[in-house]
C-alpha cells in the first residue's frame, strides 16, 4: 500500500458531532455530523445541509426535522419532474 493511500479521504464518513432524537418520519436517531463541505444532518436515509444562519452549536431537534422534511419534500419533486413526460 502505498502513501499516497493512506491520504486518500475516499469513503470516509463525516465525524458524529451530537445525536437526537429518532426522526418523525423515518424513526431513526437524527445525527449531525461534520462533512467535508460542512456540517448536515441524517437520518442515514436523507442528508441536509444545515443553511446560512444555522449554527451547528445550537441547532435543535426541530430545526433538524425540519431541514430533513425540507429536503425530502425537494427529492420527491426532483423525481416527479424527472417521471413527467414532456
Known sequence: MSERDDES?????????????ADPVSGEPILLKDGRFGPYVTDHTTNAALRR?????SLTFERAAQLLAQRRARQAAERRRAESPE
Not at 479521504?9 to 432524537?21: C, E, I, K, N, S
Not at 444562519?53 to 452549536?57: C, P, S
Open 9 to 21: 479521504h475516499r469513503g470516509v464518513r463525516g465525524t458524529v458531532l451530537r445525536t437526537f432524537a
Open 53 to 57: 444562519g444555522d449554527d451547528a452549536e
